[in-house]
């Protein structure tokens, strides 16, 4: 099985800094796509941003020019960086590992962590 832990969640205040971390663990091959997605109460969850293997990046237009999405494959790590944090970015966000291979058992399957709260304060 393949775990994702997520960290750096919390409460800031609008105009200031976060950074999500996330690490993924386990009898890991290779992941394909890692990316962040949240949900706000009463809302459904969507995309903030994900970041292939090879680096290439896709952000929500909403985040654009404020959040910046990274990875460390060696470490099967994605981190995401926050800035400019505004009240409507509170919601719960969730680590995402697509397609991720495992030795043992041989699979390949999606992952999701277990979320971690970001509140932004007016």
């Known amino acids: 099985q393949v775990q994702l832990v997520e960290s750096g969640g919390g409460l800031v205040q609008a105009g200031g800094s976060l950074r999500l971390s996330c690490a993924a663990s386990?009898?890991?091959?290779?992941?394909?796509?890692m990316g962040w997605y949240r949900q706000a109460p009463a809302k459904q969850r969507e995309l903030v941003a994900t970041?292939?293997?090879?680096?290439?990046?896709n952000y929500a237009d909403s985040v654009k020019g404020r959040f910046t999405i990274s990875r460390d494959n060696a470490k099967n790590t994605v981190y995401l960086q926050m800035n400019s944090l505004k009240p409507e970015d509170t919601a719960v966000y969730y680590c995402y590992a697509g397609s991720v291979k495992t030795y043992y058992p041989p699979d390949v399957r999606d992952y999701w962590g277990q979320g971690t709260q970001v509140t932004v304060s007016s």
């Open positions: 386990g009898s890991i091959r290779s992941i394909n796509t």
């Open positions: 970041i292939s293997s090879g680096g290439a990046t």
